[in-house]
């Protein structure tokens, strides 16, 4: 059975003001809306993210109408309208469980869809709760009235999960009208189990949220670690390419390309980050047409990828292990080249060699190892 995220987008948001529905107005360098479907779109465990929205916001898709987890449908004049919809979209679809979440809510992360959908496993229904710690009152006119005793008391959040049929049969027996998905399962008699909310997982409702959620987003980059490491043994030449520099040398490496293997530590680092494989898969060995090939094409290859993911270098790491030629001289040379290849500045970019101190085929002199680390930040 799959397991589906209902996004619920269709409402107009006016009270965040701004012109625009809220779920389109832009937000820590892209919009509300990216923020939200991002979140299931790449959980691993979620297989639908089933969108609806209002029949007028077709063209603020964008990219999202072609992805292969998205489908659309439109929305209702109600809320529990527009999850019913959805709902009666999957229908059929082998849905096991489904998470009904606000689009409104862009700071909702992976752990709290973790335990939403692990609490599934024993209950029908489990949606997130924070307990409520402020003293409440009863107030009218803008005049404290009474006390209510808070005990007991959560503040609701979504995501909401339910058994599939579940919660399809409880919107199709319920009324109009219902704040949220809770009050339609409990109508229907399904306990619904709480878990732990996130402050952080706020709503957006008014135009200081948007200021609140940007402060939040901005401490959610997206940081990847790569590594890479490469030998080339020696032979016949009078030269190495070391991070794309010439430097004399008695022998040269041997390789199907021009046997850079800084460089090629350097790119498979960043194909590692972005769990892309190794230059092997890109560029295969097998091919001709890279045999004597200047390694420069795969590190471009690899960072253009990294950029077309959204991707920005922070800073790469390259060490070369060998006991000669002697890397010292020709280090800043190293560095410069690479930056310039990568379009970083100089600084973060570090090239460094060390000895294996005559031990293993360093030490005897019969090639040369690097290793490299490469970081990627998407804010």
């Given amino acids: 059975m799959k397991t589906a995220a209902l996004i619920v987008a269709a409402g107009r948001g006016s009270r965040a003001g701004g012109g625009l529905p809220k779920q389109w107005r832009p937000l820590a360098g892209h919009r509300v809306a990216d923020w939200t479907l ?12 089933m969108l609806v929205i209002h029949p007028d916001d077709h063209d603020f898709l964008g990219d999202w109408a072609d992805h ?11 809320r529990d309208a527009s999850v019913l ?9 082998g849905i096991g469980k489904v998470l009904v979440h606000d689009v409104a809510r862009p700071c909702v992360g992976p752990v709290l869809i973790d335990a939403v959908l692990t609490a599934l496993d024993t209950h029908r229904g489990a949606a ?24 007991g008391l959560y503040r609701a959040q979504t995501p909401q999960g339910f058994d599939f049929a ?31 909310g996130e402050e952080s997982n706020l709503k957006i409702t008014r135009p200081e949220d948007f200021a609140r959620a940007e402060r939040i987003l901005g401490g959610q980059m997206d940081i990847r670690l790569g590594n890479g490491y490469d030998v080339h043994r020696f032979g016949d030449g009078d030269h190495v390419i070391l991070c794309g520099v010439q430097v004399p040398h008695d022998r040269g490496l041997q390789g ?5 293997v800084g460089m090629h530590a350097v790119t498979d680092a960043i194909y590692g980050a972005l769990a892309e494989g190794d230059i092997g898969r890109h560029f295969p060995p097998s091919d001709p047409q890279w045999k004597g090939a200047a390694s420069e094409i795969f590190l471009k290859h690899a960072v253009d990828l990294a950029a077309s993911k959204g991707f920005t270098i922070g800073n790469v790491d390259c060490t070369l292990v060998c006991e000669y030629p002697k890397v010292g001289p020709h280090a800043d040379a190293m560095q410069a080249e690479m930056a310039r290849i990568m379009g970083m500045d100089p600084d973060r ?31």
């Fill in 38 to 49: 991002r979140a299931f779109a790449d959980h691993a465990a979620v297989d639908v993210v």
């Fill in 68 to 78: 292969p987890k998205i489908r659309i449908t439109h929305g209702g004049a109600t």
């Fill in 85 to 93: 919809n959805g709902l009666e979209a999957l229908a059929g679809d």
């Fill in 128 to 151: 997130p709760g924070l307990a409520v710690v402020d003293a409440l009152w009863c107030g009218e006119d803008g005049i404290v009235q009474g006390v209510q005793d808070r005990e």
């Fill in 166 to 196: 579940t919660l399809l049969a409880a919107h199709r027996a319920h009324p109009v009208g219902a704040a949220d998905d809770v009050e339609v399962a409990r109508a229907a008699g399904v306990e619904v189990a709480i878990v732990p």
């Fill in 256 to 260: 199907h390309s021009d046997a850079d």
């Fill in 349 to 379: 970019v570090s090239v460094k060699a060390t000895t294996s101190e005559r031990l293993g085929f360093t030490g005897r002199g019969e090639g040369i190892a690097a290793l490299a680390t490469a970081t990627l930040v998407k804010p």
